[in-house]
């Protein structure tokens, strides 16, 4: 057995190397196994210490820079979340190929509204021919409202028909040409007309299956119902 001299133990090691005595006995008496305890600590030390979880000593990313250790503490780096997109065309109302109004709910009152629209625009030339021929200055005022209330339903009524079908509607206007003896006879054509139509738009909206476009002809009855009472009162004052 080889002597081992111990000198300056001040510089000793605080534990002793078992490993160098391993090799000695395993050249003595290889079936030998000395010091069992303190090989029963050290694997259970050994274990112990495996168990522990392995903190990392660098981590290498875009924010500690390359080769730089940083503070020790493992960090996930997950690409950023993309926000949702707002804004875009596939969310914009009018990308909806059956929206909830002026959609394909409508379809049905595509002839109707186009009939609306041609009996507006012959109504509006009408009155405005007449507001140039009466004498009478306050029914040539009367129709020449008249004329422009009316352009107004049709250029609404041509709209809706295009919300409903992405087309425009092409008017097909006829004049009919009337022969009048007198102003109330005028006025009486005029007040039965202006009657007709509040009642014909009511009954539309009734059976609209749309509601904005039931807003719209209610509104355009309404319209139709007050033009009625208006030559109602000039008819009472031309006759007096």
């Known amino acids: 057995m080889e002597n081992v001299t111990t000198t300056g133990l001040a510089d000793a090691p ?3 190397d078992y490993r160098l005595y391993d090799r000695i006995w395993q050249r003595v008496s290889p079936d030998l196994d000395p010091y069992p305890e303190v090989r029963a600590a050290q694997s259970a030390a050994q274990s112990a210490a495996g168990t522990a979880p392995q903190r990392p ?3 290498y990313g875009p924010s500690s820079g390359v080769g730089r250790p940083s503070s020790g503490l493992a960090v996930e780096q997950n ?3 993309s926000p949702p997109p707002s804004n875009s065309e596939a969310n914009l109302p009018g990308a909806d190929p059956d929206p909830c109004c002026m959609g394909s709910l409508a379809d049905d009152t595509i002839n109707v509204l ?3 629209i041609n009996d507006e625009l012959a109504d509006s030339r009408c009155c405005m021919t007449l507001s140039r021929q009466v004498r009478n200055q306050s029914a040539a005022r009367l129709f ?5 209330e009316k352009r107004w339903a049709a250029q609404t009524l041509r709209a809706a028909y295009y919300l409903i079908t992405g087309t425009c509607y092409a008017p097909v206007v006829t004049l009919e040409r009337r022969q009048w003896k007198c102003l109330t006879e005028i006025l009486r054509f005029c007040y039965h007309q202006e009657a007709c139509s509040s009642l014909n738009y009511a009954r539309a909206a009734e059976q609209a299956p749309d509601l904005c476009l039931e807003k719209i002809l209610r509104r355009l009855s309404t319209e139709a119902d007050r033009r009625a009472g208006d030559v109602l009162e000039l008819l009472g004052k031309v006759m007096n």
């Open 144 to 148: 020449h409202r008249f004329a422009a």
């Open 57 to 59: 000593d660098t981590v």
């Open 14 to 16: 605080g534990t002793y």
């Open 79 to 81: 690409p950023p979340a």
């Open 114 to 116: 186009a009939g609306f």
